[in-house]
């Protein structure tokens, strides 16, 4: 990797473009449906024409499946620039408002842009998750500064070609580097940040913020639960969660973390894994490589690979996988049994495609565990029973919930997305990503008699 930008290398040009967003912010929030759909039009078609690029920016940075990282960087961008074009003239309309005093006066909610922004993207989908904000953000008449991680620096490097294209730098403009340009960008007094990432660097957002009042938006992640209860089909549970494990190798922030499956389904939950791993990612024998994705850096790998250790440590069984290969940062699909909530593996978000299972003999106890802990970002219960799903929902929270499923609250453009305390704060995708990059302003206007 060559060295990357410094904020010292950057403080000029970052002190600059903050300058010419802060005096341009005005007008491009006085533009109008039409400006705004042209900028993101145009947002859609560099990344189209750039698709190659950007497969091969990735694959430099992390070592993708290139069909995952087709659909979740360039045609999940594109479809999602898309949706806020074909919408944005009715997300721009004011509310009107009957006034309940003098229905004869005026009042109406008009969502106006908040200003200055700054948007923080995640290395786990460091185009689809940055680019994804990007254009909520433009819908809604802001301008605002990107900083992508410094762990994809050639992802890094095509978004601000993209950007440099579509956008002059007093709108949009996105800065390389390590760290340290992070942390200089959360120096500035924005009107509204937006965050991708862990809660523990969500936290040092959070206070930067509060030096300034900036609103914010953190989507960050946790231990995302799935329940499995007693009138459940294994077989299709098993297939589901194999394959949510192997998407980008497990690190998805909306990914399973742990399983509570009842004791008498645990065995048949583990073959269908198993089944489902081998058929998937072993076809010949050995593991395809270029099927699932490595673990980002050693840094990761070795957090994971002593997570296991300990769990093996404490009484745990490797029921399916457990194979490590640390020389190119590949862990095979792994399923635990007689995991305990004492274990490492339990207290923090895996982020791998490893599986703890948990059993369980009343849904209560399932209820209690998940109630005593951290708000999780996601949480899957599979089930035929309406009384039991009815009753996982009144007694738990979760930024999302998909029941029968995996994914799917997350991949459908027309419910917000987001977490809560823990898992974060504030929701995006579709009209709740143009809502969370605007203010909805009160308007009253007295008639004369």
């Known amino acids: 990797m060559t060295d990357q930008p410094t904020a010292a290398d950057l403080s000029a040009d970052i002190a600059r473009v903050f300058e010419a967003q802060k005096a341009?912010?005005?007008?491009?929030k006085a533009s109008d449906a039409a400006a705004r759909k042209a900028k993101l039009a145009r947002l859609k078609n560099a990344v189209e024409a750039r698709a190659d690029e950007i497969v091969a920016a990735v694959?430099?940075?992390?070592?993708?499946?290139?069909?995952?990282?087709?659909?979740?960087?360039?045609?999940?961008?594109?479809?999602?620039?898309?949706?806020?074009?074909?919408?944005?003239?009715?997300?721009?309309?004011?509310?009107?408002?009957?006034?309940?005093?003098?229905?004869?006066?005026?009042?109406?909610?008009?969502?106006?842009?908040?200003?200055?922004?700054?948007?923080?993207?995640?290395?786990?989908?460091?185009?689809?998750?940055?680019?994804?904000?990007?254009?909520?953000?433009?819908?809604?008449?802001?301008?605002?500064?990107?900083?992508?991680?410094?762990?994809?620096?050639?992802?890094?490097?095509?978004a601000k070609a993209i950007v440099d294209e579509v956008f002059d730098e007093n709108e949009v403009c996105v800065f390389e580097g390590d760290v340290s340009v992070a942390e200089?960008?959360?120096?500035?007094?924005?009107?509204?940040?937006?965050?991708?990432?862990?809660?523990r660097v969500g936290k040092i957002v959070m206070a930067a913020a509060a030096r300034h009042l900036s609103t914010v938006t953190l989507e960050l992640g946790g231990k995302s639960p799935v329940i499995i209860d007693q009138g459940a089909d294994i077989a299709p549970?098993?297939?589901?969660?194999a394959g949510a494990k192997q998407f980008n190798g497990g690190q998805a922030c909306i990914c399973p973390d742990y399983v509570f499956v009842p004791e008498g389904k645990q065995d048949e939950l583990v073959e269908g894994f198993k089944a489902n791993v081998r058929s998937?990612?072993?076809?010949?024998?050995?593991?395809?490589?270029?099927?699932?994705?490595?673990?980002?850096?050693?840094r990761n790998f070795d957090r994971v690979s002593s997570m296991v250790d300990?769990?093996?440590?404490?009484?745990?069984?490797?029921?399916?996988?457990?194979?490590?290969d640390a020389e190119d940062l590949?862990?095979?699909?792994?399923?635990?049994?007689?995991?305990?909530?004492?274990?490492?593996?339990?207290?923090?978000?895996?982020?791998?495609?490893?599986?703890?299972?948990?059993?369980?003999?009343?849904?209560?106890?399932?209820?209690?565990?998940?109630?005593?802990?951290?708000?999780?970002?996601?949480l899957y219960m599979f089930s035929n029973s309406e009384e039991n799903m009815e009753k996982v929902l009144k007694r738990t929270s979760s930024g999302g919930t998909t029941l029968n499923g995996v994914f799917s609250h997350y991949l459908e453009n027309r419910l917000p997305f987001g977490g809560v305390n823990g898992s974060g704060m504030g929701?995006?995708?579709?009209?709740?990503?143009?809502?969370?990059?605007?203010?909805?302003?009160?308007?009253?206007?007295?008639?004369?008699?």
């Open 24 to 28: 341009n912010q005005w007008n491009v």
């Open 59 to 158: 694959l430099k940075d992390t070592r993708k499946p290139e069909s995952e990282i087709r659909t979740t960087e360039v045609m999940g961008v594109m479809g999602n620039i898309q949706f806020n074009i074909d919408n944005l003239d009715e997300w721009m309309q004011p509310e009107e408002v009957t006034p309940s005093n003098n229905p004869n006066d005026k009042a109406m909610i008009v969502p106006e842009a908040r200003g200055v922004c700054l948007i923080l993207g995640p290395w786990n989908f460091p185009m689809g998750l940055t680019f994804g904000p990007v254009a909520a953000a433009v819908a809604a008449g802001n301008t605002c500064m990107v900083k992508l991680t410094d762990l994809c620096p050639n992802v890094a490097r095509i």
């Open 184 to 199: 200089a960008l959360l120096e500035l007094p924005f009107n509204h940040i937006f965050f991708t990432g862990s809660p």
């Open 237 to 241: 549970v098993a297939a589901a969660l």
């Open 280 to 298: 998937n990612l072993y076809s010949t024998g050995e593991i395809d490589k270029s099927a699932i994705a490595q673990i980002v850096n050693q």
């Open 310 to 324: 300990d769990a093996v440590d404490k009484g745990a069984t490797i029921a399916v996988g457990g194979e490590m």
């Open 330 to 378: 590949t862990i095979h699909p792994t399923m635990l049994t007689d995991v305990t909530p004492q274990m490492t593996i339990m207290q923090d978000e895996i982020f791998a495609p490893v599986l703890p299972v948990m059993t369980y003999d009343t849904l209560d106890q399932v209820i209690d565990y998940i109630e005593a802990r951290e708000k999780p970002l996601a």
């Open 427 to 449: 929701s995006y995708h579709g009209v709740w990503g143009f809502r969370e990059f605007s203010h909805h302003r009160s308007v009253y206007k007295h008639v004369a008699a």
